[in-house]
């Protein structure tokens, strides 16, 4: 270590996975959009916020070992941080929203009444483009947290 620096070390906490410069927990239980979005606030994290294809491809690949691993029935979907507000797609954190980094399933988002949270679909062999919009608070799935590492 330099003289005069402190080194920080950061790590995620139990049952979370690193990825760059972020934690995620994938959920062994199901909820619908809204109460994944209240049991992530009580862990101190959102819903994930997906902002780059290197972090898309992470997820899926990772849901897709976490089912594997974890779970009797396989999940089908997991609910992410992306949501209609009014007219528009917006993070849960307030990020941009950037058709760039926008992974929607062919023909999603549908524009059914009421379709308003989005899921990250991670069943079979997909490609990257994986969202689909569901109804906020009647469907249930697992969901993916995204915190920051804690520093020591």
């Known amino acids: 270590m330099l003289a005069g620096r402190e080194q920080k070390l950061s790590c995620c906490m139990k049952d979370w996975e690193p990825f760059e410069s972020s934690c995620y927990y994938f959920s062994k239980d199901i909820d619908t959009w809204n109460g994944s979005r ?3 606030t009580n862990m101190n994290s959102t819903l994930v916020v997906i902002t780059s ?3 898309q491809v992470f997820l899926i690949r ?3 070992e976490e089912t594997i691993t974890y779970y009797k029935k396989p999940p089908e979907n997991f609910c992410i ?5 009014e007219t528009k797609w917006q993070w849960v954190d307030q990020t941009p929203t950037s058709s760039n980094e926008m992974f929607w399933k062919p023909y999603e988002p549908s524009s059914h009444k009421g379709e308003d949270c989005v899921v990250m679909y991670v ?3 997909q490609d990257l483009k994986n969202w689909n919009n569901v109804m906020c608070s009647s469907s249930k799935h697992y ?9 020591f």
């Open 143 to 151: 969901y993916i947290c995204e915190t920051m590492p804690v520093n």
């Open 62 to 64: 990772k849901g897709k």
């Open 123 to 125: 069943r079979g062999n």
């Open 81 to 85: 941080g992306l949501s209609r507000e």
């Open 53 to 55: 294809e290197t972090e």
């Open 38 to 40: 209240k049991k992530c």
